[in-house]
């Protein structure tokens, strides 16, 4: 009789313990959470701001990967190209503006609160830069503020993208005289 007791305990012992291993194992398995927003309450206003300043014109998509919107030339070999991707890979722009009829990428913008005065940041920020300059990319950076004038952030966006279009023109012009000679 103690025999059967002992075994009894002992197979409801397991049973507990398998069914807290259990619980444990599903507990631990949720390393991931729904975040509520996309963006922070900076980001969320500027945006209502911008949207107001070019949704006439341009569809504005937020939080897009880098990697999305640049692409990687030919390269020597995988190496470098696996490389160079891996540096843009998970870093996203804040927004991309767009054409309404065709989505094409027209320019991106950044929205920079004071975390850009870090040195961390500010590489990165270098960094984003530059790829952008090397892609013939618009980048049009924005400080945040506690509120903005839509008319002026419509003159730097307009501005800008005249500025990157006249530059375009002048490459295109210079390619052309080129071959002709």
């Known amino acids: 009789m103690e025999l059967q007791i002992i075994v009894v305990i002992a197979f409801a012992s397991l049973f507990v313990l398998l069914i807290l291993l259990k619980i444990f194992n599903k507990k631990s398995n949720r390393v991931y959470y729904h975040t509520k927003t996309l963006f922070t309450p900076a980001e969320r206003s500027f ?5 107001q300043a070019v949704s006439n014109q341009y569809l504005i ?13 030919r390269a020597p070999n ?3 190209r696996q490389t160079a991707f891996n540096k843009i890979a998970c870093k996203h722009f ?3 503006l767009c054409t309404k009829d065709t989505l094409s990428v027209v320019a991106v913008i950044e929205l920079d609160d004071k975390s850009h005065l870090e040195e961390k940041t500010i590489h990165r920020d270098s960094f984003v830069e530059s790829i952008c300059k090397n892609a013939g990319l618009t980048l049009i950076r924005f400080n945040v503020k506690a509120s903005y004038q839509i008319p002026t952030i419509q003159s730097k966006i307009m501005a800008s993208l005249n500025s990157s279009e006249l530059r375009e023109n002048n490459r295109n012009a210079i390619k052309h005289r080129a071959f002709r000679t």
């Open 47 to 51: 945006f209502g701001v911008l949207t």
């Open 61 to 73: 998509f937020g939080k897009v990967r880098i990697a999305d919107v640049i692409g990687i030339k």
């Open 78 to 80: 995988n190496s470098v």
């Open 94 to 96: 804040d927004y991309v």
